[in-house]
């Protein structure tokens, strides 16, 4: 299962962007879906996660600013990201878990997105 991520960029404190993320395969069950993000010299943190049945998870630092959500139909995933600040400023990556036809469970990350945000 091949995640690919969307929506990027450079933006200005107290901005926003979105974030997509979508899955391809013949992906018989998608469980957890979540974002991930990574700064330099960091290590890589929970950002969002969200289950099949739509229950978000948040990292301490991003609640109240980001909003995660999916679109179960479309095997894809959604960060939108308000009030950002140069602190955001990471590489976002996918990540999803679940079960593939004929290759059984599988979980996968994508490769990863720029978030820079500064004035």
């Known amino acids: 299962v091949q995640l690919v991520e969307s929506g990027g960029g450079l933006v200005q404190p107290g901005g926003s962007l979105r974030l997509s993320c979508a899955a391809s395969?013949?992906?018989?069950?998608?469980?957890?879906m979540g974002w991930y993000r990574q700064a330099p010299g960091k290590q890589r943190d929970l950002v969002a996660k969200i289950t099949s049945a739509g229950t978000a998870t948040y990292g301490e630092s991003v609640k109240g600013r980001f909003t995660i959500s999916r679109d179960n139909a479309k095997n894809t995933v959604y960060l939108q990201m308000n009030s950002l600040k140069p602190d955001d400023t990471a590489v976002y990556y996918c990540?999803?878990?679940?079960?593939?036809?004929?290759?059984?469970?599988?979980?996968?990350w994508g490769q990863g997105t720029q978030v820079t945000v500064s004035s």
């Open positions: 395969g013949v992906i018989l069950r998608l469980n957890v």
């Open positions: 990540n999803a878990g679940g079960l593939e036809y004929q290759r059984g469970p599988f979980g996968s």
